[in-house]
């Protein structure tokens, strides 16, 4: 008699998208005619860069003829991806062998992958608010417990709060954490972990043999050149975390697909000595994964040349003049928000302590505008809502100017 | 203090095809000029049919284009390519809904991952041998004892020994049972299963509340119009089945990365209703997978149109003929083999009671071929290698001559 892994009863209804997506549904189907302006979920809407696009087409051209048709790749992603990877890392003076670079599909499957690495009894923590592919990860392997609605989290999970008075980064653990999640920049807040930041964790992290894994999708946003964009800026780091990225962000590949992690061959833990998880996420990969698209991984290549580099640059910048127009047109308003200056979310802070929810459904209402809840990425983000700069800039401006114009407050 | 998942340890030495390679470089290193006749891994050759070349162009196209570029698409694959798998389903009689449907990045993907769905308590059983995927991720799971040497497999895991005396095909289990892997056509064995076959497991399975995972991922190699493409193609599968399928090897994508799996409304099981695990599987899609690439499945769209079918279907042909030319080789040496009629599989029996490994050493050794070990897919794969059928005609043609030629048979 087949039982099902109970784990999955323990989520909480729904992933936070698929209901943003459905409310916004729903508002249109009961207003027909009217226009979402979406700045919720963070998904790209400019076209890939030039180069990449060219370096996609050589690949499926190659893909056509019998004496350049490649099958399977190599598990951990295609050498020539992985060293433009290590020399982008070596751009800012971190040196990485390309056998502790993985490529993968994405930076979502690895998130939720990597726990897979760690003993089932290990106790997580994860910044609150966070990325909910963290915490709905680790419900389904057995790490938490059942959901606390009066606390609006699972037990035996450790959240740490990332509020406005820590500058929305969490303070160190006091209790025993085994694996702690960071994300910087980070969504949903927009902040972005300082060198002494990262410094404290680490430190930390070495002192208790505790993991760190560090995503980084949103690294090529950053835009102040004193803020790390890797982990493994601070030194000390490749004995103690893992770090996450993504081109999904930095090339425009969320449909696309692909991403890498790095696993450290100086990485420990207590009952693994150096190598030993390098050695069993490349276990992981080879069993559960056949590499990422040999066609994506092409794009990949042509989006870290110099060429491809450049023109991507230029995209970024252009959403983040979209952040600026939001963060504009909120403080404008008199509405406080943090991000947007590093990052591509700007993190509203809702006016007269209202329910992010509540903040959500009246912006639809009354702007038309689809955020995303901060309640919805743990129990600290309630009292905020993410607002999105991917878009194309008439959209962006036609909601920044329909806040500006129709958000009644108080 | 972070600890490992002590499971991975216990996992035996590299997974087979890293371990078939190092072996075949070895040689080369040792023997340097030596060209290697690679009938190892199950790898695509062949280009991809212009049809799909023509949909991958359109799509990278469409990239480049502000009004025709998307990001994130639907976590289950878009609606176009479940349509098209649907259609194809109902032209073998087999009514799926597009909501049953869930496109990945591949087979061993979904074969790996799907075993999260059960409880960690279900006793697993596989068939021996088997495609080492299916052992391995229930062994991470942690659904298996340690390795035991003498039987050559996993304590608490349940071996269907798949036999020259039972024509490739199990038995039933004895014991208790909660999730049976099956593959048919099969790798290695290159058997397929009957109606009668399948429709024996289903009515185990329907009364003991068990669940199959049918492994269909070289379906497209069947020939005989008699034997099942799909589980669903016997009724009351879709109550206690899911089928995982690819097009790795019907259309040539082992690189580019597309699969799908069925998860049926009607499947139930002990404590899940009917919808249950459907539900539970777009659950752990949505959380830990984000699409397979888009370029991927326009050419996946494109492999299901009429004229992509065709085309894809004469690469398929070209492998099939490849198979019957080894399969004739070691029938004219007055050896004895399987498969390979309607699967892109021979499965070798090793003359005189050789072991797999010291047989995989003999070819190396004496005619340069690269065969699969059949002890590599488990005990009852000892006494046979796998030849693949993947390759251009010359090296299979030159393949199969210096079998012919310098075998030396005792």
Redesign the interface.
């Known amino acids: ?6 784990n ?1 009863d323990r ?1 909480t209804a729904g ?1 936070l998208f ?1 209901e943003v997506a459905r409310r916004a549904q729903a508002f249109v189907q009961a207003h027909p005619g009217v226009k979402l302006l979406r700045l919720g ?1 963070g ?6 860069a ?1 180069a990449v ?1 060219q370096g ?2 050589e690949r ?2 190659r ?4 004496e350049m ?5 190599d598990y951990e992603g295609e050498l020539a991806l992985r060293e433009a990877i290590c020399r982008a890392y070596a751009e800012r003076g971190i040196r990485l062998g390309t056998d502790e670079i993985f490529v993968s ?2 930076a ?2 690895d998130s ?2 990597i726990q ?7 106790v997580v923590a994860v910044e609150d608010p966070a990325y ?2 963290y915490v ?2 680790n419900v ?1 392997a ?1 790490r938490c417990g059942s959901f606390d609605s009066a606390r609006q989290g699972y037990r035996g999970l450790v959240y740490m709060p990332c509020t406005e008075q820590n500058g929305f980064f969490p303070v160190l653990p006091a209790a025993r954490v ?2 702690a999640y960071l994300c910087s920049p980070n969504n949903p807040t927009g902040a972005v972990a300082t060198r002494a930041n990262i410094r404290r964790f680490v430190d930390w992290a070495l002192e ?4 760190i894994i560090f995503d980084a999708a949103y690294a090529s946003y950053i835009r102040d050149p004193e803020l790390p964009r890797s982990v493994y800026e601070v030194p000390g780091s490749e004995r103690c975390a893992i770090e996450i990225n993504s081109f ?1 962000k930095s090339a ?1 590949f ?4 692909l991403g890498w992690s790095v696993v450290p061959n100086a990485l420990a ?4 000595e150096p190598g ?2 390098n050695q ?1 996420w490349r ?2 990969q ?11 991984q092409q794009g990949g290549i042509a989006a870290l040349s110099e060429q491809g580099h450049a023109e991507c640059q230029r995209i970024i910048d252009y959403y983040m003049d979209n952040a600026a127009i939001i963060r504009s047109a909120l403080l404008g308003l008199g509405l406080t928000c943090y991000g947007g200056s590093n990052a591509p979310y700007v993190w509203l802070k809702t006016p007269a302590g209202m329910k992010s929810w509540d903040f959500f459904d009246k912006l639809l209402a009354e702007t038309h505008v689809v955020t995303t809840p901060g309640s919805g990425f743990g129990p600290s983000g309630e009292g905020f809502v993410r607002l999105s700069a ?1 878009g ?1 800039r008439a959209d962006i401006e036609e909601a920044a100017e329909s806040i500006r114009t129709n958000l009644r407050l108080g």
Chains 1, 2 share one sequence.
């Open positions: 008699m087949a039982k099902i892994n109970a999955y989520l992933y698929p979920i998904d790209t809407t400019e076209p890939l030039p696009i996609l087409r499926v051209e893909l056509a003829k019998v048709y490649t099958g399977y790749g599909d994405g979502k499957s939720g992958n897979s690495l760690f003993s089932s009894e290990s909910p592919v709905d990860s389904i057995g085994d694996l208790h043999r505790a993991v999904a425009g969320t449909g696309v697909r833990v207590e009952d693994g030993k998880l069993m276990r992981r080879s069993t559960f994964f056949n590499g990422a698209s040999n066609i994506a991917f194309h």
